[in-house]
């Protein structure tokens, strides 16, 4: 196991039974087992762990997605969804420790770096498209991940193609 996920898991780890903003370098080194160090070598604080796992889970929802034939919205959330199921216990412990907004920022961050300057058109897509995978997800994480998966692929396609700007009539 690389170091920095060890440092990644074992701050997960103590997520689940102390609160985020009471965990020390200390108790995550010693979980780790690595030195003080090393941990600043990798990280420069709990934030940067949770980032540094999202991605992880989030390059991993982006290469399955590639390697399906069948490129459709349906698949695309799909795909974020049963990939996000089998980290189910990070996403549900980041939740309780109050830190989905790092979800977000991960998804930014990719995106803006894999755009290389873009338009003004392309800017305010991304954060659109992003807007709405990010709550969509958060709105399933914090109805604890139980939803079928297949049900709320359809439905998260089905909002994209029936889209209505207007919520005020809802």
């Not at 991960?106 to 954060?127: A, D, G, H, R, W």
Request: glycine share 2%; aromatic share 14%.
């Amino acid at each position: 196991m690389n170091t920095k996920k060890q440092i990644a898991d074992s701050l997960i780890n103590l997520m689940k039974n102390n609160d985020f903003e009471n965990i020390t370098v200390k108790e995550i080194t010693e979980k780790a087992g690595v030195n003080r160090s090393t941990y600043y070598r990798n990280f420069k604080s709990k934030e940067d762990i949770l980032k540094y796992k999202l991605e992880i889970i989030m390059e991993e929802y982006l290469a399955s997605f590639e390697n399906l034939e069948e490129k459709t919205k349906k698949n695309y959330i799909y795909t974020i969804l049963s990939t996000y199921s089998k980290h189910k216990n990070v996403f549900l412990t980041i939740h309780q420790a109050k830190q989905t907004y790092l979800i977000q920022q991960v998804y930014m961050e990719y995106f803006q770096n894999k755009i290389k300057n873009p338009s003004t058109y392309e800017l305010y897509k991304i954060y659109y498209h992003m807007g709405g995978i990010y709550s969509f997800t958060i709105c399933w994480i914090e109805h604890g991940m139980d939803d079928n998966l297949e049900e709320l692929a359809t439905i998260g396609a089905n909002i994209t193609e029936n889209f209505d700007p207007v919520l005020v009539n809802i």
